[in-house]
């Protein structure tokens, strides 16, 4: 299972930054995609989640509205969209397919999100 990630980067405070992650067709259809995040110094933590059929679930860390996860079937990926920017949303972004209940099973290289002014 490959899965690429892209759109990490520099930001200052306030901007956005707009995560894409792309996987195989045949491995794509039927599984829940999304994401986590690991700061320096900390476990990875779950960010968002969306499943086959577009339902949205958000962890505890991200704040209501800044956040939206959104996936394109028809293209086979997943995207994140971060608003509000803050500096405590900077860590490596990781992308995962196929929902085990608590995590996921695959997971993409990570990209690097760095808020900062």
């Known amino acids: 299972v490959r899965l690429v990630e892209s759109g990490g980067g520099l930001v200052q405070p306030g901007g956005s930054l707009r995560l894409t992650c792309g996987a195989s067709e045949s491995m794509f259809r039927g599984y829940s995609m999304g994401w986590f995040r690991q700061a320096p110094g900390k476990q990875r933590e779950f960010v968002a989640r969306i499943t086959d059929g577009l339902v949205t679930s958000y962890g505890d860390s991200v704040d209501s509205g800044r956040f939206t996860i959104s996936r394109d079937n028809a293209k086979s990926t997943v995207s994140l969209q971060m608003d509000s920017l803050k500096a405590e949303d900077t860590a490596v972004y990781y992308c995962?397919?196929?929902?085990?209940?608590?995590?996921?099973?695959?997971w993409g290289q990570g990209t690097q999100v760095t808020v900062s002014s």
């Open positions: 995962g397919i196929k929902w085990t209940g608590e995590t996921f099973q695959y």
